[in-house]
């Protein structure tokens, strides 16, 4: 059974500060990682996806993908209110674009 | 419109009734996915489509049933459902990876909340 975890939450970090979400996976043969945003009510919304190793800026977010370790991390740089939102890693193991989505970590930014 | 929509938005149904989600996507996409939000669990992927021919089923129970009449529509039609198929029915789309190229994003609609009494 191929898995993906996080850890539930609630993640609290002050406004401004880093926020870091973690992500681990089972399957040693993942390719392909995805982060969406999914505020409460809504659907998920991608954030940004990253393949090779290391890490990928986009604004305020890095992915950051450590293959060998099997995790993939979210960071969230000068960190808003409207950050304030569950955030789900999603895998590639294979299949027909078959996405394995963990439960998701729900970052609360406080002013 | 654009991106992804889905109808209706909300649904209450019965336990006899019938009833049908429908999704579009207006992305240009030619693979299309159902999936089953519950509360405090992940995503669960119920169906597939490429280029309409169904090319996944997560062992779904039968009172599901699924139609894609073509690259842009994709439906779920329900029957004699049970209080615990309560949730947020989602639908995406994405390009088709063997036509694209590698795994693609897949792209949400704002889903259907459906409660079953």
């Known amino acids: 059974q191929k898995e993906v975890e996080q850890n539930s939450g609630p993640l609290s970090v002050p406004e401004g500060a880093i926020a870091s979400l973690n992500c681990t996976y089972s399957d040693r043969g993942s390719q392909s990682f995805f982060w969406y945003r999914q505020y409460s009510g809504k659907s998920p919304e991608l954030i940004m996806f990253?393949?090779?190793?290391g890490d990928k800026e986009d604004g305020r977010f890095t992915a950051q993908l450590n293959k060998a370790s099997q995790y993939v991390s979210l960071l969230i740089r000068d960190s808003q209110p409207s950050d304030s939102a569950t955030y789900l890693c999603a895998v590639f193991s294979g299949g027909y674009n078959k996405l394995i989505f963990g439960a998701g970590t729900r970052l609360a930014v406080h002013p | 419109e654009t991106g992804v929509t889905q109808t209706p938005r909300h649904l209450v149904m019965g336990m006899t009734n019938k009833k049908s989600l429908k999704c579009e996507q207006h992305l240009g996409h030619n693979a299309m996915y159902w999936y089953k939000q519950s509360a405090k669990k992940p995503l669960e992927l119920m169906f597939v489509?490429?280029?309409?021919?169904?090319?996944e089923n997560n062992s779904v129970p039968s009172r599901f049933s699924p139609e894609c009449p073509n690259s842009s529509h994709l439906f779920l039609h329900l029957h004699t459902l049970q209080p615990e198929d309560s949730a947020l029915y989602l639908c995406a789309s994405s390009q088709n990876p063997q036509i694209a190229g590698g795994v693609q994003a897949q792209y949400f609609g704002p889903g259907t909340r459906l409660t079953v009494l």
């Open positions: 489509y490429n280029f309409k021919e169904q090319t």
């Open positions: 990253i393949y090779s190793n």
